[in-house]
C-alpha cells in the first residue's frame, strides 16, 4: 500500500518537481562516506523509516573486520542501531515499535574450510547479512580505485512502527549525528497521505516536521 500510495503521488508531481524529486532517488546508489539517505513512509496507522549509511560513517571502516575490536565495534552499533535509542516522535501519534531489522552489507569475513567458503561473524537474531562482500587478505584503504567490483561495507535499517493516532503526530527526530560524528549528513524521502517532500538532516537539525 506504501508503494502504490508512493507511486501514486510521484505520478501526480509537476514535472519539475518530481524530477527534483527523483534526483536524491537516483543518488542514493553512490556510496559516499559521510553522507546517509532514507526513506520515511506514513501510511494509515503504519510509520517506516528505513535507511541506508555507509559503514565508515558510523564505525570507520566499511571492510569486514580484521580483529576483535572491530568485530566487537561491529556488533555493538548492530545493537545500539536495533534499541532505536536515536529515533524521537512526537507522542500525540501514540506509535509503538514494531519491528527493527538490521543488516549489514559487505561486512563479512570468509573463511575456507575444505573448499567451502563459512561466514565468521557474531550471531544476531534481528539482523541479516549480505555474503557479496569479495574480501582479500589485506585490509582496503578505502581511497577510490578503479576496481569496480569493490563493495562498500553498509548498514541497512528498517523499522516499522504502528501509530494508533498517525494523524497526530507532527514530526519525528533521527539522531545518527551526535554519537557518530562521521555521519555529517542524510536526506530524507518523506511520504504520507498528505506529504511528500525531501529533506536534509545533518548534526543539530535532524527534526523532520511531518505537518502539511
Given amino acids: 500500500m506504501i508503494r502504490l500510495l508512493f507511486l501514486f503521488l510521484f505520478a501526480s508531481l509537476p514535472a519539475s518537481l518530481a524530477a527534483q524529486f527523483d534526483?536524491?532517488?537516483?543518488?542514493?546508489?553512490?556510496?559516499?562516506?559521510?553522507?546517509?539517505?532514507?526513506?520515511?513512509?506514513?501510511?494509515?496507522?503504519?510509520?517506516?523509516?528505513?535507511?541506508?549509511?555507509?559503514?565508515?560513517?558510523?564505525?570507520?571502516?566499511?571492510?569486514?573486520?580484521?580483529n576483535a575490536d572491530q568485530q566487537a565495534l561491529l556488533d555493538n552499533t548492530v545493537e545500539a542501531l536495533e534499541k532505536l535509542d536515536w529515533l524521537s516522535l512526537d507522542?500525540?501519534?501514540?506509535?509503538?515499535?514494531?519491528?527493527?531489522?538490521?543488516?549489514?552489507?559487505?561486512?563479512?569475513?570468509?573463511?575456507?574450510?575444505?573448499?567451502?567458503?563459512?561466514v565468521d561473524h557474531a550471531d544476531h537474531n534481528d539482523h541479516d547479512h549480505d555474503h557479496d562482500h569479495n574480501h582479500d587478505n589485506h585490509d582496503h584503504d578505502h581511497r577510490p580505485t578503479d576496481d569496480h567490483d569493490h563493495k562498500h561495507g553498509s548498514f541497512h535499517a528498517v523499522v516499522e512502527l504502528s501509530c494508533s493516532q498517525a494523524q497526530s503526530l507532527g514530526w519525528l527526530a533521527i539522531d545518527l549525528f551526535t554519537d557518530?560524528?562521521?555521519?555529517?549528513?542524510?536526506?530524507?524521502?518523506?511520504?504520507?497521505?498528505?506529504?511528500?517532500?525531501?529533506?536534509?538532516?545533518?548534526?543539530?537539525?535532524?527534526?523532520v516536521d511531518l505537518t502539511p
Fill in 91 to 118: 507522542r500525540r501519534g501514540q506509535c509503538e515499535q514494531s519491528a527493527v531489522n538490521v543488516h549489514t552489507h559487505g561486512m563479512e569475513a570468509e573463511h575456507h574450510h575444505d573448499g567451502d567458503a563459512t
Fill in 23 to 66: 534526483e536524491p532517488m537516483r543518488q542514493h546508489d553512490a556510496h559516499v562516506h559521510g553522507e546517509a539517505s532514507g526513506h520515511l513512509a506514513l501510511d494509515d496507522s503504519v510509520l517506516r523509516i528505513e535507511l541506508e549509511i555507509p559503514a565508515y560513517n558510523l564505525i570507520g571502516f566499511e571492510h569486514a573486520p580484521v
Fill in 180 to 207: 557518530y560524528p562521521a555521519n555529517q549528513t542524510m536526506r530524507l524521502d518523506v511520504l504520507t497521505e498528505s506529504l511528500v517532500k525531501q529533506v536534509d538532516l545533518r548534526p543539530g537539525r535532524f527534526r
